[in-house]
């Protein structure tokens, strides 16, 4: 049995909230619920956490190697500034989904460069709380042809 570390970063546990408008009104509580109730239907195991703090999550990264066999992450703001999260998924090598609520790419310029990209096997984004469950039928996915 798979078990995946689903990472969200700062700002998603304001999830329903923050501008709607762009990421949507359901909250982190509910799309972890969907995110259970998928990984039940895949016959995977999921760990979720989110944080506020860079830190944290490449810590998380770090030890994601002793129990889990692949990520699917939205850092959030993140995506678009942390080499430090980017380099913990790249020592790591665990395959790693980047997923988005929003397109990033019809945002802001800044939005359009994701550090975590380049070391990610993919990224899914614009589908809001979709996305995640995307990104984690992707990684089972890449996981069952590439390990299996």
């Given at each position: 049995?798979?078990?995946?570390?689903?990472?969200?970063?700062?700002?998603?546990?304001?999830?329903?909230?923050?501008?709607?408008?762009?990421?949507?009104?359901?909250?982190?509580?509910?799309?972890?619920?969907?995110?259970?109730?998928?990984?039940?239907?895949?016959?995977?195991?999921?760990?979720?956490?989110?944080?506020?703090?860079?830190?944290?999550?490449?810590d998380?990264?770090?030890?994601?190697?002793?129990?889990?066999q692949?990520?699917?992450?939205?850092?959030?703001?993140?995506?678009?500034?942390s080499?430090?999260?980017?380099?913990a998924?790249?020592?790591?090598?665990?395959?790693?989904?980047?997923?988005?609520?929003?397109?990033?790419?019809?945002?802001?310029?800044?939005?359009?460069?994701?550090f975590?990209?380049?070391?990610?096997?993919?990224?899914?984004?614009?589908?809001?709380?979709?996305?995640?469950?995307?990104?984690?039928?992707?990684?089972?996915?890449?996981?069952?042809?590439?390990?299996?």
């Amino acid at each position: 049995m798979f078990s995946i570390l689903v990472l969200h970063g700062p700002n998603l546990n304001l999830l329903g909230l923050r501008e709607p408008g762009i990421y949507g009104s359901e909250t982190l509580d509910n799309i972890n619920g969907l995110l259970e109730q998928e990984a039940e239907a895949l016959g995977i195991k999921i760990s979720v956490l989110q944080s506020n703090h860079e830190g944290v999550l490449v810590d998380v990264i770090h030890s994601a190697s002793e129990q889990h066999q692949g990520i699917v992450i939205n850092a959030g703001a993140y995506t678009h500034t942390s080499i430090a999260i980017r380099d913990a998924i790249s020592g790591v090598n665990i395959p790693t989904v980047e997923v988005h609520l929003s397109n990033i790419y019809r945002r802001e310029q800044f939005r359009h460069h994701s550090f975590v990209a380049p070391v990610a096997v993919g990224q899914i984004s614009g589908f809001g709380s979709e996305s995640y469950i995307l990104g984690l039928k992707a990684i089972v996915n890449y996981l069952q042809k590439t390990i299996s």
